[in-house]
């Protein structure tokens, strides 16, 4: 078995996937490709993950790549965390553009002007990788993390052929964090049973009860409004108040989904902004922040000699399930084949999949409540609009991408946007494709 890592400098999450494989006790010997386009970070993760193998009695053939067809040769896994542009230049293009306009975000990865553009660039490299997949590795499954998730997993299962499935931590994390921030997490953590389905960073929190089937919800409710656990709850304002005017709690945090409607970053009313404590410009401090961090990050790695604790990531087990036929769930990011029947069957969907040698079987969910269904409509409408316009390579298309995103509407003009994109395809021009 081989698996190949496209975008191994992002280090951390290498050592959590690729260390997860490691420790793996079923998986036996197999082989580790992995590619960069830095060669010193590449470097630097080859050597964390040698001292894990090492650690862990060396079963897994470790080699770094500089030439992507080498990698990807005979591959069975291809997991992808590139972030094409990096920090600088593009994504500081992708806040302090829209800035001028007075349009301000605070992840930028996934929705709105700075998700589109990070689309834009993005998805021709994937259309690269795609290519070279189908001559030397057709029949691996493509484990895709990099942002904007719904737009590149979908521009992946619609258009290249290649077996793909995007995951996110989003989901594995939202009933522990909200459990810890109402208190609850000794009392019903272990043993509560939830479903989730929706959109990547908009799914949604259908149904949670205790080990006796009661319904959470309305003890969650109570908590919530009690006033009690506001400290707490300080980090979550935004997901909180979508929970109690649209009935469910949303899995992605509250600084993205502050920026997936028209609600709350508002430059009228920048009371809003105090009142749910929206951390505009989150991005880029987290970005200044790691890339400080990261030389003492990395020697705290380095010293541990190649200690390892298994993560939440959902890949290992995918791996491990496909390659052993122990069945695993996982929830993934798929094409709406008929799963949830209120959505567009060319959107893609964050369902339950059922993992086994056959692959990924993404799991039937029917109608979700009507409102929520509406929500993840109006962020569908801008990620296939954006998935067209890349495949299409057309600028008007782009800009109704954004014409018809929830934020940037509420807060422009057409012909404001219609500038702003102009001004990011100016700056984005040597990361971008020719639009037409």
Same mark, same amino acid.
């Given at each position: 078995?081989?698996?190949?890592?496209?975008?191994?400098?992002?280090?951390?999450?290498?050592?959590?996937?690729?260390?997860?494989?490691?420790?793996?006790?079923?998986?036996?010997?197999?082989?580790?490709?992995?590619?960069?386009?830095?060669?010193?970070?590449?470097? /630097?993760?080859?050597?964390?993950?040698?001292?894990?193998?090492?650690?862990?009695?060396?079963?897994?053939?470790?080699?770094?790549?500089?030439?992507?067809?080498?990698?990807?040769?005979?591959?069975?896994?291809? $997991?992808?965390?590139?972030?094409?542009?990096?920090?600088?230049?593009?994504?500081?293009?992708?806040?302090? $553009?829209?800035?001028?306009?007075?349009?301000?975000?605070?992840?930028?990865?996934?929705?709105?002007?700075?998700?589109?553009?990070?689309?834009?660039?993005?998805?021709?490299?994937?259309?690269?990788?795609?290519?070279?997949?189908?001559?030397?590795?057709?029949?691996?499954?493509?484990?895709?993390?990099?942002?904007?998730?719904?737009?590149?997993?979908?521009?992946?299962?619609?258009?290249?052929?290649?077996?793909?499935?995007? @995951?996110?931590?989003?989901?594995?994390?939202?009933?522990?964090?909200?459990?810890?921030?109402?208190?609850?997490? /000794?009392?019903?953590?272990?043993?509560?049973?939830?479903?989730?389905?929706?959109?990547?960073?908009?799914?949604?929190?259908?149904?949670?009860?205790?080990?006796?089937?009661?319904?959470?919800?309305?003890?969650?409710?109570?908590?919530?409004?009690?006033?009690?656990?506001?400290?707490?709850?300080?980090?979550?304002?935004?997901?909180?108040?979508?929970?109690?005017?649209?009935?469910?709690?949303?899995?992605?945090?509250?600084?993205?989904?502050?920026?997936?409607?028209?609600?709350?970053?508002?430059?009228?009313?920048?009371? @809003?902004?105090?009142?749910?404590?929206?951390?505009?410009?989150?991005?880029?401090?987290?970005?200044?922040?790691?890339?400080?961090?990261?030389?003492?990050?990395?020697?705290?790695?380095?010293? /541990?000699?190649?200690?390892?604790?298994?993560?939440?990531?959902?890949?290992?087990?995918?791996? /491990?399930?496909?390659?052993?036929?122990?069945?695993?769930?996982?929830?993934?990011?798929?094409?709406?084949?008929?799963?949830?029947?209120?959505?567009?069957?060319?959107?893609? $969907?964050?369902?339950?999949?059922?993992?086994?040698?056959?692959? $990924?079987?993404?799991?039937?969910?029917?109608?979700?409540?009507?409102?929520?269904?509406?929500?993840?409509?109006?962020?569908?409408?801008?990620?296939?609009?954006?998935?067209?316009?890349?495949?299409?390579?057309?600028?008007?298309?782009?800009?109704?991408?954004?014409?018809?995103?929830?934020?940037?509407?509420?807060?422009?003009?057409?012909?404001?946007?219609?500038?702003?994109?102009?001004? @990011?395809?100016?700056?984005?021009?040597?990361? @971008?494709?020719?639009?037409?």
């Amino acid at each position: 078995m081989k698996i190949t890592f496209m975008g191994a400098g992002s280090t951390i999450f290498a050592k959590n996937v690729l260390g997860d494989c490691i420790l793996n006790p079923t998986l036996g010997a197999f082989d580790i490709a992995l590619f960069d386009i830095d060669p010193v970070r590449l470097t /630097e993760s080859a050597d964390i993950l040698d001292g894990i193998n090492r650690k862990y009695g060396g079963k897994a053939t470790i080699k770094k790549y500089s030439d992507r067809l080498q990698a990807l040769d005979k591959a069975d896994f291809v $997991v992808n965390t590139i972030q094409v542009g990096g920090y600088e230049p593009c994504t500081v293009t992708d806040f302090e $553009v829209p800035k001028k306009y007075g349009l301000r975000q605070t992840i930028a990865d996934t929705l709105g002007i700075g998700g589109i553009f990070r689309a834009l660039r993005t998805i021709p490299v994937l259309e690269d990788f795609a290519a070279d997949m189908r001559k030397v590795c057709p029949d691996a499954l493509f484990i895709n993390y990099s942002n904007p998730m719904a737009m590149l997993s979908g521009y992946m299962q619609r258009y290249t052929g290649i077996k793909t499935v995007g @995951l996110c931590h989003s989901v594995q994390v939202c009933v522990e964090g909200l459990f810890n921030s109402l208190g609850m997490t /000794e009392q019903y953590l272990a043993d509560c049973k939830w479903e989730i389905a929706g959109i990547n960073h908009m799914a949604w929190l259908l149904k949670i009860v205790d080990k006796d089937g009661n319904d959470l919800y309305p003890e969650i409710k109570r908590r919530s409004l009690s006033g009690k656990y506001q400290k707490e709850m300080a980090w979550d304002l935004v997901r909180h108040d979508m929970m109690h005017r649209f009935g469910y709690y949303i899995t992605e945090s509250s600084e993205h989904t502050s920026e997936y409607n028209p609600y709350y970053i508002k430059r009228n009313y920048p009371e @809003l902004i105090d009142r749910f404590q929206i951390p505009l410009d989150e991005y880029p401090r987290r970005c200044v922040k790691q890339i400080a961090e990261w030389g003492e990050l990395k020697q705290k790695v380095a010293a /541990e000699g190649g200690e390892h604790t298994v993560s939440r990531e959902f890949a290992a087990h995918i791996i /491990e399930a496909m390659t052993t036929d122990k069945p695993y769930r996982v929830h993934g990011n798929v094409l709406n084949t008929g799963l949830i029947t209120n959505l567009p069957t060319n959107a893609c $969907v964050e369902v339950p999949c059922m993992i086994d040698r056959n692959g $990924v079987n993404p799991c039937f969910v029917g109608d979700l409540p009507e409102q929520c269904a509406a929500l993840n409509r109006t962020n569908i409408g801008v990620q296939n609009m954006t998935i067209e316009a890349a495949h299409e390579h057309s600028r008007d298309k782009v800009y109704m991408a954004a014409y018809l995103d929830p934020h940037t509407a509420a807060e422009l003009s057409m012909d404001e946007i219609k500038s702003m994109c102009d001004d @990011l395809f100016e700056a984005h021009r040597d990361w @971008l494709p020719k639009y037409r």
